[in-house]
């Protein structure tokens, strides 16, 4: 292919606006935030589980304590039928013998019941002091991603201005090119990365091998407007007063 060797050196431009892109979309997917968002996730999700575990707990512990008051107030219950039958008229010697007997096993069901409550409760504290804690961590660890996912999105505005400035700045560069050079350094950059570099001092600045005396000699041979290659990469080598050939 042949293109004028002003044309060839408006490459090296278009080459320094595609690096600046290739850098954009590295930083883009290698963002620190994006490690630490999955990281906070992680710390979410394990709030949130810790904290239904406890909540859970606290929700038993309530179930137990109501299921004691109800059978504290059966025992109450009871004792005040059997005490308004003792005072009643009409309660044999006996009769009263038996309720005597049971108000004093319901007195005792009453306190092993109510030691039994006490107990529960003293736990459901302790745990609503555990829950507490936990929406507590929970509330944090959300902030944290809330905060990360701000930095990311303000990284990620950054990075989409300036590369928005860059592909304005490739578009007047490329309107400015042979079209069929410009598929031609496309085609080298999508298989290499970079699509042109200058030879500069004999070294190639896309890969910085220095050429040999017979690819020297061959770009020497070469016409100033041939479209050369690097031999050792594959970009089209621009020369430049520079190259020292
Ligand atoms: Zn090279």
Not at 38 to 52: C, F, G, N, Q, Y
Request: charged share 35%; net charge negative.
């Amino acid at each position: 292919m042949k293109a004028e060797p002003a044309v060839q050196r408006r490459l090296l431009d278009l080459a320094e606006v595609d690096g600046e892109l290739n850098r954009l979309a590295h930083r883009r997917r290698t963002l620190p935030e994006h490690a630490q968002l999955a990281e906070a996730e992680t710390a979410v999700r394990t709030a949130k589980d810790k904290l239904v575990a406890v909540e859970t707990s606290a929700g038993d512990l309530d179930r137990d304590i109501r299921r004691l008051e109800r059978d504290i107030e059966g025992v109450r219950a009871r004792a005040e039928r059997d005490n308004k039958m003792l005072a009643g008229a009409g309660v044999g010697a006996r009769q009263a013998t038996e309720l005597q007997h049971e108000l004093e096993t319901l007195a005792r069901r009453q306190t092993v019941l109510e030691d039994e409550q006490l107990e529960v409760m003293e736990q459901r504290e302790a745990l609503g002091v555990d829950v507490e804690h936990s929406r507590g961590v929970l509330a944090q660890a959300e902030k944290a991603v809330g905060e990360i996912v701000e930095r990311r999105d303000t990284a990620i505005a950054d990075i989409d201005a300036s590369e928005g400035g860059r592909r304005r700045d490739r578009e007047q560069i490329a309107v400015n090119l042979p079209a069929d050079l410009l598929v031609l350094y496309d085609k080298r950059r999508e298989q290499r990365g970079t699509g042109a570099a200058a030879l500069v001092q004999r070294r190639c600045q896309a890969c910085r091998l220095e050429l040999d005396r017979t690819a020297l000699a061959e770009l020497r041979a070469a016409p100033p407007d041939e479209v050369v290659y690097c031999e050792e990469c594959g970009v089209i080598l621009v020369r430049t007063p520079e190259s020292g050939l």
